[in-house]
């Protein structure tokens, strides 16, 4: 994986009738659908991405709407782009209208469509690794996966050995 998606450990990939999450994205987004994609990927989701899914020779306005029927939820890679695409904006009302969960990862500064505006998005136009983490948790919370335990900070050896030797004495 490059090395923007490190501070996300590599999980072992879904089996491939796993839940998937769409990606929505305009084809001129494709670094920015990449890395969201892989950082994705290696949480241990798997991902619909049209380049990637659809067969050669088959529809696109048909594996595009099973993608997006199919799917455990929506995420749309929001740029200038993406927002003035049509097919971005019929993926993302097909999700809302089939009430799929739906996060927005923002890249520029594009104005969300009237559609996403009720939303809060996952801002990636600055610090990348910690909304991808942000994001991640999302995703698992929304889709019902669970959430690794918050690690449990070490006892304190002195403060331990304290409460171990006021235990010996009577009223202890």
Not at 38 to 46: M, Q, V, W
Not at 75 to 104: D, G, H, I, N, Y
């Amino acid at each position: 994986l490059p090395s923007t998606i490190s501070p996300i450990a590599a999980q072992p990939m879904p089996p491939m009738d796993s839940p998937y999450l769409f990606i929505s994205h305009s084809s001129k987004d494709a670094r920015q659908t990449d890395y969201l994609a892989e950082g994705l990927r290696a949480a241990g989701h798997r991902c619909w991405v049209d380049v990637a899914e659809i067969p050669d020779g088959s529809t696109w306005v048909r594996e595009i709407e099973q993608g997006v029927r199919g799917c455990a939820a929506l995420v749309v890679v929001m740029t200038e782009r993406s927002r003035a695409s049509e097919w971005v904006e019929r993926e993302t009302v097909l999700a809302l209208e089939l009430k799929k969960p739906v996060f927005v990862a923002r890249f520029d500064d594009a104005l969300l469509p009237i559609h996403l505006i009720t939303r809060q998005a996952s801002d990636f136009r600055k610090r990348k690794a910690p909304t991808l983490r942000k994001l991640l948790a999302a995703l698992d919370a929304a889709l019902g996966a669970p959430l690794p335990p918050a690690p449990r900070p070490a006892p304190d050896p002195i403060k331990h050995a304290f409460f171990k030797y006021l235990e010996q004495f009577e009223n202890g």
